[in-house]
Each structure stands twice: as structure tokens, then as C-alpha cells.
């Protein structure tokens, strides 16, 4: 069956350090990838998202992703964290086949000391 | 702009009292869909659109009923609820159905069920 693993339920950074975020994933197909952010109270935004080619995928804020298809893993990083960087991250795999449902991790929660 | 729009943002209601969650997008995106996410939970999709398909996740609880009457707006219907029904709920949209397309999300609606 499809899964979506996030090893670390929490996780804390002081401002300007390095973040990494991992994902693992259980998928018998070529996975879509997918990392959404979500603010306290709010929906879900995308990061970044990971279809074919580069395994190196941009987003926004400053955040990147890597796909490694022998380790089934699609790792965010950041090489420098901001304050407002806290939130719940998740990692989403995209089923395909038209509605592209997505199966979602359990979610990391970000805090961030000044 | 262009978004996706929940109302209310909060919803409080009796347990058994049937309640209706809105849904509506400026987008004129062809795929609606409705995710229940409980309290530090990955979200979880109940039901999708595309168009007036109407396709139910094989979990989703015979309690949970959905509408769009038309492209712009979609409808939870929760028949009866009960304490476990608490959550947030969120919708997306989706342009198409090619597996590439993005879902958007809107800011969710928090329900509380006494």
C-alpha cells in the first residue's frame, strides 16, 4: 500500500541554521512528490513539488528538495532558517491516474528559536 | 485574486445537528475536493469532484455527503455528527486532470462538535 513516512514529529532550529526535513515514501510507481506548509489555523500552501528530470527541485522560500529513488526519500532543505519558517511541513505522494490523490505523512511541526 | 474560499472558518455545532460546510473557488477549476484533518493528523481526502463526478473515498463514513451544484461551489454535509467529527476541514481545487496540475488549498474550517 502507498505510505507516506516523516520520521520527526517536532523538530527545532534556532534562526539562521540549516534545516532538513525528512520523507520517505512506499510507492510501486514513478511517485509525484509533493511538500506543503501550513501556518497555525491555516490551509495548506505548496513548497515544491517533484514530477520527472532534475531530482534537485527548487520551491518557494527559499526552500529545495531532493529526490533519491534507491532511498524511496524527498528530503526538504534550507539552508538558512527564518523565524516565520515555523509551521507544520508536510510530505504528500500523488497517486496519479487523473485525480492524483494524494496520500499525506503525519506532518513535522517547526519551531524556531530566535 | 484568485483563491479558494471556506466559510465559515470556524463552525460550532451540536452533536446529531446536521451541519453544512462551504466550499467556494474563483479559479474555475474543473476538481473540488474535501480532506478531513483531526488534530495533528496528516489530512485525509473524504471525497473528490470533477465537473459533477462525484467519486467517494471507500472510508469515507456514510455520514459525510457532498454537493456541487455548480463549478464554483461544493458542499460538506455532515448528516449527524458526532464528537470524533471534530476537525479541520479542507477543500482544494485542481484545473484537470493531468497528473502534473497542482491542488490548491483553501484556509480550512475548524469544527467543533459538543
Known amino acids: 500500500a502507498q505510505s507516506v513516512t516523516q520520521p520527526d514529529i517536532h523538530i527545532t532550529v534556532s534562526e539562521g541554521a540549516s534545516l532538513e526535513l525528512r520523507c520517505n515514501y512506499s510507492?510501486?510507481?514513478?511517485?509525484?512528490l509533493f511538500w506543503y506548509v501550513q501556518s497555525p489555523g491555516q490551509g495548506l500552501q505548496l513548497l515544491l513539488k517533484y514530477f520527472s528530470g532534475d531530482t534537485l527541485v527548487q520551491g518557494i522560500k527559499g526552500f529545495e528538495a531532493e529526490f533519491k529513488r534507491s532511498q524511496s526519500s524527498f528530503n526538504l532543505r534550507k539552508p538558512s532558517v527564518h523565524w516565520s519558517d515555523a509551521a507544520e511541513y508536510f510530505c504528500?505522494?500523488?497517486?496519479?491516474?487523473?485525480?492524483?490523490?494524494?496520500?499525506f505523512g503525519a506532518g513535522t511541526r517547526l519551531a524556531v528559536h530566535p | 485574486d484568485a483563491m479558494v474560499i471556506q466559510n465559515p472558518r470556524y463552525q460550532v455545532t451540536q452533536f446529531g445537528k446536521p451541519v453544512t460546510l462551504s466550499c467556494s473557488q474563483t479559479?474555475?477549476?474543473?476538481?473540488m475536493y474535501w480532506y478531513q484533518q483531526k488534530s495533528s493528523q496528516a489530512p485525509k481526502l473524504l471525497f473528490h469532484?470533477?465537473?459533477?463526478?462525484?467519486?467517494n473515498e471507500a472510508d469515507t463514513p456514510d455520514n459525510f455527503q457532498s454537493r456541487r451544484p455548480n463549478t464554483s461551489f461544493c458542499f460538506l454535509d455532515i448528516r449527524s455528527p458526532g464528537l470524533g467529527d471534530a476537525a479541520m476541514y479542507l477543500c482544494?481545487?485542481?484545473?484537470?486532470?493531468?497528473?502534473?496540475?497542482?491542488?490548491?488549498f483553501g484556509p480550512g474550517t475548524r469544527l467543533l462538535v459538543l
Open positions: 504528500a505522494v500523488g497517486l496519479g491516474g487523473g485525480y492524483n490523490k494524494l496520500i
Open positions: 510507492y510501486g510507481a514513478t511517485p509525484y
Open positions: 479559479l474555475n477549476h474543473n476538481v
Open positions: 482544494a481545487t485542481r484545473r484537470g486532470l493531468r497528473d502534473q496540475e497542482t491542488q490548491y
Open positions: 469532484y470533477y465537473d459533477k463526478d462525484f467519486n
